[in-house]
């Protein structure tokens, strides 16, 4: 069974960064596309940005440019450095595993990280 913890949110400025980790146990980690996502409050949650196995990188065109998501597979951990915040980035950030083709998430959710950006 595979769970995931993440952490590193908090609370910053608009402009800030702020950098998320995410840990994944009970799985080969290595072989799985990995991804983050969002969930804003009163909205479904969204795909954020996902590395595949091999490092190839894919975002949401409202983080392009400003986050960047990495992986260390001997650690199990999947990264997400967030940038030049906006306070339409607030929201509960969570890790998962994408589908490789859908980037639909397939396991179980953590509890999340919450990233809140004051203006």
């Known amino acids: 069974q595979v769970q995931l913890a993440e952490s590193g949110g908090g609370l910053v400025q608009a402009g800030g960064s702020l950098r998320l980790s995410c840990v994944a146990s009970?799985?080969?980690?290595?072989?799985?596309?990995m991804g983050w996502y969002r969930q804003a409050p009163g909205k479904q949650r969204e795909m954020v940005a996902v590395?595949?196995?091999?490092?190839?990188?894919r975002y949401a065109d409202s983080v392009k440019g400003r986050y960047t998501i990495s992986r260390d597979n001997a650690k199990n951990t999947v990264y997400l450095q967030m940038s030049g915040l906006k306070p339409e980035d607030t929201a509960v950030y969570y890790c998962?595993?994408?589908?490789?083709?859908?980037?639909?998430?397939?396991?179980?959710w953590g509890q999340g990280t919450q990233v809140t950006i004051s203006s």
């Open positions: 590395v595949t196995p091999s490092g190839n990188t």
């Open positions: 998962n595993s994408g589908h490789p083709f859908t980037y639909s998430p397939l396991w179980s």
């Open positions: 009970g799985s080969i980690f290595s072989a799985n596309v």
